[in-house]
């Protein structure tokens, strides 16, 4: 009797458990599919930020919720042979953009730049002064010296890209995307659990079904 009651204990728990862990693996590996990908860095034009190779969690996002500062995996249909890149939004639709030779201005507020890669020669192109379109960005690398980025395309709608484009934002902090795995691989091990659990109480209430053998009577002494 109480082997069959251990038995549908622990088939009890297995019915509790299983469910649970089907539902916290599904929702949190298929959050994390559904907001984030992973990239490898593939050029030098992000460095020091990011260097070549290394590997980033980016972060799903509408065009709308880019910001100054963001750096975005994006897509321009006419350059870089269609491959997606990585860049640093300076100027969102309708911003002033100026560089004077020395710094950035953007609304006529100096941009302050500590990610940008230092010791560098020249900056690469010389001064310019454009106003982002609406709908668009203008992109910069942080290694200027070693980035095709806006400044190489100001006669094409002021260097600006498509926002439309953006595949993506560089997660800063990998909190919620590591929560939303581990949120995931406890669902997996809750289901593994109650999956040995519930073998564990069908075993146990066969044998609790089972009738005992008879034992067979002690022969007579002579």
């Known amino acids: 009797m109480q082997q069959r009651r251990a038995g549908s204990g622990l088939r009890a728990a297995a019915w509790a458990l299983v469910p649970l862990g089907l539902l916290l693996a599904v929702g ?74 020395r ?14 890669m230092r010791g560098e020669v020249s900056p690469a192109t010389g001064p310019y002064d454009v106003r982002v379109p609406d709908g668009r ?43 939303s795995g581990a949120l995931g691989a406890l669902g997996i091990l809750l289901a593994l659990v109650g999956t040995g659990l519930g073998i564990g109480g069908y075993v146990a209430g066969r044998s609790a079904r089972r009738p005992l053998a008879a034992v067979p009577p002690l022969p007579a002494a002579q």
């Open 137 to 179: 960005l203008f992109l910069l690398g942080d290694h200027r010296g070693n980035s095709n980025d806006s400044r190489f395309f100001l006669d094409e709608q002021s260097g600006s890209v498509a926002a439309s484009g953006v595949l993506g934002r560089v997660r800063r902090s990998l909190a919620v995307p590591a929560a």
């Open 28 to 101: 949190g590996i298929g959050y994390f599919f559904t907001n984030y990908q992973g990239v490898t860095v593939m050029s030098e034009a992000m460095e020091p930020t990011y260097r070549q190779g290394e590997r980033l969690v980016v972060e799903d996002i509408d065009a709308d919720e880019v910001r100054r500062g963001d750096v975005v995996l994006v897509t321009v249909p006419d350059r870089y042979e269609g491959r997606p890149v990585l860049q640093r939004v300076l100027g969102t639709g309708g911003d002033h953009v100026v560089y004077d030779g």
């Open 103 to 116: 710094r950035i201005k953007v609304n006529g507020e100096p941009v302050d730049e500590p990610y940008l």
